[in-house]
């Protein structure tokens, strides 16, 4: 298996700008989360989506962010307008809930954004 | 009061000692919890699950959770240069909700 699957890599664009970040979940994966980490805050969950429905949005900062999840195989996040105060590494996890017990997230390999 | 706190370290240990982190939390409904290690520049990774009070060993690994104290720890023994890195501590309030709250983490540092 791939694992879990982010684009792009690094992202670096102008306060103002619109900011799309991809993921592609682990296949079979039924649930799916964005997390951001900064040094000061952590890793902090964005919002979460079981079987393509968003279930959790409560993290997300402000109006400015917004999340969507199309099909089981695709996700996206989009900041508009960006601020320097997004600047973070964004992180996409998948998970199964195979039973109450055991249920680990598959991270990927993260979005380094940096708005100047 | 952070929902899940952790000392940032850095903790500095010997190699082959005893390396010992340190987690509590603040929601007494918490049932399950969670180490994650995090390599500089890397995605954290999963390394142990712990659900009941006590201890759950792994191999050099060892979680004990204390419930009653809200309390989660992660031992490392015979710790080696490999196991310099950010460790996080993780908690899911109940079952059937998959929201895993995490602390800030801990770095940890081995010393050949």
């Known amino acids: 298996d791939a694992g879990v699957i982010q684009s792009p890599r690094h992202e670096v664009t102008e306060m103002g700008q619109e900011v799309t970040l991809r993921c592609k979940p682990i296949?079979?994966?039924?649930?799916l989360f964005w997390y951001r980490q900064t040094m000061m805050r952590g890793l902090e969950l964005l919002i979460y989506?079981?079987?393509?429905?968003?279930?959790?949005d409560s993290g997300m900062p402000e109006d400015r962010f917004s999340a969507k999840m199309p099909n089981a195989s695709f996700s996206t996040l989009k900041i508009q307008p960006s601020e320097p105060r997004d600047s973070a590494v964004y992180f996409c996890?998948?998970?199964?809930?195979?039973?109450?017990?055991?249920?680990?997230?598959?991270f990927g390999n993260g979005t380094r954004l940096t708005v100047t | 009061q952070k929902e899940v706190e952790q000392n940032s370290g850095p903790l500095s240990v010997p190699e082959g000692a005893i390396a010992s982190l340190n987690c509590t939390y603040s929601?007494?409904?918490?049932?399950?919890f969670f180490w994650y290690r995090q390599y500089s520049g890397k995605s954290p990774e999963l390394i142990m699950s712990?659900?009941?009070?006590g201890d759950k060993e792994d191999g050099r690994f060892t979680a004990q959770l204390n419930k009653a104290s809200q309390y989660v720890s992660l031992l490392i023994r015979d710790s080696q240069p490999s196991d310099s890195a950010t460790y996080l501590c993780?908690?899911?309030?109940?079952?059937?909700?998959?929201?895993?709250?995490f602390g800030t983490g801990t770095r940890l540092t081995i010393i050949p």
């Open positions: 996890a998948s998970s199964s809930y195979r039973d109450k017990y055991n249920s680990p997230l598959h």
């Open positions: 989506f079981n079987n393509n429905v968003p279930i959790d």
């Open positions: 296949s079979g994966h039924d649930y």
């Open positions: 712990i659900y009941s009070n």
């Open positions: 929601d007494r409904g918490s049932q399950s």
């Open positions: 993780a908690v899911k309030r109940d079952f059937g909700n998959e929201k895993l709250t």
